[in-house]
T-cell receptor, first 114, second 112 residues
Framework: EAQVTQNPRYLITVTGKKLTVTCSQN?????MSWYRQDPGLGLRQIYY???????DKGDVPEGYKVSRKEKRNFPLILESPSPNQTSLYFC?????????????FGEGSRLTVL | SQKIEQNSEALNIQEGKTATLTCNYT??????LQWYRQDPGRGPVFLLL?????KEKRKERLKVTFDTTLKQSLFHITASQPADSATYLC???????????FGSGTRLSIRP
């Protein structure tokens, strides 16, 4: 089954404790992206990757890092989480480089930073 | 910067009627526009894409229009059903940029 898998789905952590949210897709998609969703603000892009070893900042990259060492995986790293990073996070992928097609989303990771 | 506005209030529709959701944007016209459905606690699911040179697109009970003069897209669900209740997101894509910008969504409730 074609899917985007995120882990963990739920996480409560404390300020400053490094964490990684994993994302994996099994569709051989070139494009992958991370979004955060907050009430009233919609989905905002954090980082995206056009292909292996190619990543770029989205609209809200501060406090986040990503890597794309393999085509299927695109982990999101919070080196020193802060309470304002409490949010619902989505990973998404798309087949085409130009990203003109549909985005396939994971089920989301709800992060709480105390 | 680009702004996208969707009905901020929830939309309540009687079953069987047509639901119409609005997506307005400012500034630059996108190369294409997409609509997604999102259920509570789930990731968005793609529904339809319409390009800047298309006026209308249909898929089963769904219809999308795109007016680049008005800078507006309308999303219609005909013969609405309670199962159509969800939040619907509008998203704009630009061929020169590698990202899609999302609106904050409209919550639609279909009452039996």
């Amino acid at each position: 089954e074609a899917q985007v898998t995120q882990n963990p789905r739920y996480l409560i952590t404390v300020t400053g404790k490094k964490l990684t949210v994993t994302c994996s897709q099994n569709m051989n998609h070139e494009y992958m992206s991370w979004y955060r969703q907050d009430p009233g603000l919609g989905l905002r892009q954090i980082y995206y990757s056009m292909n292996v070893e190619v990543t770029d900042k989205g609209d809200v990259p501060e406090g986040y890092k990503v890597s794309r060492k393999e085509k299927r995986n695109f982990p999101l790293i919070l080196e020193s989480p802060s309470p304002n990073q409490t949010s619902l996070y989505f990973c998404a992928s798309n087949l085409r480089r130009a990203n003109t097609g549909e985005l396939f989303f994971g089920e989301g990771s709800r992060l709480t930073v105390l | 910067s680009q702004k996208i506005e969707q009905n901020s209030e929830a939309l309540n529709i009687q079953e069987g009627k047509t639901a119409t959701l609005t997506c307005n944007y400012t500034n630059y016209s996108p190369a294409y526009l997409q609509w997604y459905r999102q259920d509570p606690g789930r990731g968005p699911v793609f529904l339809l894409l319409i390009r800047e040179n298309e006026k209308e697109k249909r898929k089963e009970r769904l219809k999308v229009t795109f007016d680049t003069t008005l800078k507006q897209s309308l999303f219609h669900i005909t013969a609405s059903q309670p199962a159509d209740s969800a939040t619907y997101l509008c998203a704009l894509g630009y061929s020169s940029a590698s990202k899609i910008i999302f609106g904050s969504g409209t919550r639609l409730s279909i009452r039996p």
